[in-house]
């Protein structure tokens, strides 16, 4: 699949043969058959990124045997993030099902659910997996997602997605704990374009918006730099692996698994587990920027073989949350943020920016050429995967 065209801003409405990602991300691109750069990108992750059956069957016990091996003689084996939603719950459950003791993180940000929280204890209870929260400095937090409110930009999730990466750094490093089990997924999130949200580990991104536009000093947020991440990451001190990249992870059986075996409640919608997320992507996202995230969500299940295009696109004529839902958001968004109407609605009201209006890594020539060459690199393991089907060593 080669030859996308791109587009000007001012293009003329398409949607995707394949999936439902349409020109409501900016920067889509289709190739002559009408599909999109979101399918091609997602058949050369699941090529390089994610498991085959048979690569399971061989790798899997291996790579679980070295974590409990490294592990041995400390209280811990690894560090898993939880957030009550499906797939940080379902890794709790499966690494307790693979015999590993993992210890959980949960960074508390002020916005949980109720349910949330009752999701968290029960199953972790259930599971016999000792909890830290992390509760972050509410006044200081407040001021950065004030402070990304008004620079405009779609990012107002990235500081609370930060954070928790922070977080999970600085309890593995306390604990000796050398392996950090991620729930991010291809089979369920790879279809978010970078347009929507953009900059998790650009620190430099997130002191810039909030020097320019923050009130009080940020004495305890916490935060990494680029450098300490690749250092950190590439010296093997910890080592993070995408563990449901390297089972035969869907998302309705896991959904099965988490009702019945540990009376975990759903949220109606990915992410719903905070009321700012569920805010944030039912009414700020699609109402300024245009962007409904469920897009890329139904994407990359459709991708994933596990819902069809034509019930993604029946799901997509409902409303992203309920209207008193929606209703009842805004009222507790704005009371906790200190925020009036009029307030919010000259913020609803300002242009549109993005990551590129700041100082950020994301806009340094240095990250844009090694992100190329990744890519690159990427495509070329897939061709090679594709000519020869087999564990990747
Ligand atoms: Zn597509």
């Known amino acids: 699949m080669s030859g996308f065209r791109g587009t000007g801003t001012r293009r003329p409405y398409q949607i995707c043969k394949r999936c439902i990602m349409d020109t409501s991300d900016p920067t889509i691109r289709f190739n002559a058959d009408g599909i999109c750069n979101h399918c091609h990108t997602y058949d050369i992750h699941v090529r390089t990124l994610v498991w085959t059956p048979e690569q399971t069957r061989v790798q899997l016990t291996p790579l679980i045997d070295k974590i409990r091996a490294e592990g041995r ?36 940000n002020g916005w949980d659910a109720e349910l949330a929280v009752r999701n968290i204890e029960l199953t972790l209870k259930k599971l016999h997996i000792d909890l830290v929260t992390e509760v972050l400095d509410w006044d200081e937090f407040r001021d950065i997602q004030l402070a990304f409110l008004e620079a405009s930009t779609p990012d107002a999730e990235i500081p609370s997605d930060h954070a928790i990466g922070a977080v999970m750094l600085d309890t593995a490093l306390k604990h000796g704990i050398k392996y950090i089990l991620g729930g991010s997924n291809i089979r369920t999130e790879s279809c978010v374009p970078a347009a929507w949200s953009t900059g998790v580990r650009d620190w430099r991104y997130i002191k810039s918006v909030h020097a320019r536009f923050g009130k009080i000093p940020l004495l305890t947020f916490p935060h990494y730099s680029l450098a300490k991440w690749t250092f950190l990451t590439t010296s093997g001190r910890v080592r993070r692996i995408d563990l449901l990249n390297c089972i035969q992870y869907r998302k309705s059986e896991a959904m099965d698994v988490l009702k019945n075996q540990l009376g975990w409640t759903y949220y109606g919608g990915k992410h719903y587990e905070s009321i700012y997320t569920r805010f944030f992507q039912a009414v700020i996202l699609p109402q300024k920027f245009g962007a409904d995230k469920r ?23 409902e409303p992203p949350c309920p209207a008193d839902q929606a209703r009842e958001d805004r009222e507790f968004v704005l009371k906790k943020l ?10 609803m009201t300002l242009p549109p920016r993005s990551i590129a209006d700041y100082p950020a890594y994301e806009n340094s020539l240095a990250l844009q050429t090694y992100r190329a060459a990744v890519r690159v690199r990427r495509r070329l393991m897939a061709g090679v995967r594709a000519a020869s089907p087999g564990p990747v060593r």
């Open 338 to 347: 200190g925020l009036s109407e009029a307030e919010f609605e000259r913020i």
């Open 73 to 108: 003689g400390k209280e811990y084996d690894c560090l898993i993030g939880v957030s009550g939603g499906v797939d940080s719950t379902y890794l709790a459950w499966k690494v307790r099902e693979l015999g590993l003791r993992p210890l959980a993180v949960h960074m508390d």
């Open 295 to 317: 897009r890329g969500h139904l994407s990359a299940l459709i991708l994933s073989g596990e819902l069809s295009r034509e019930r993604a696109l029946e799901e997509m004529k």
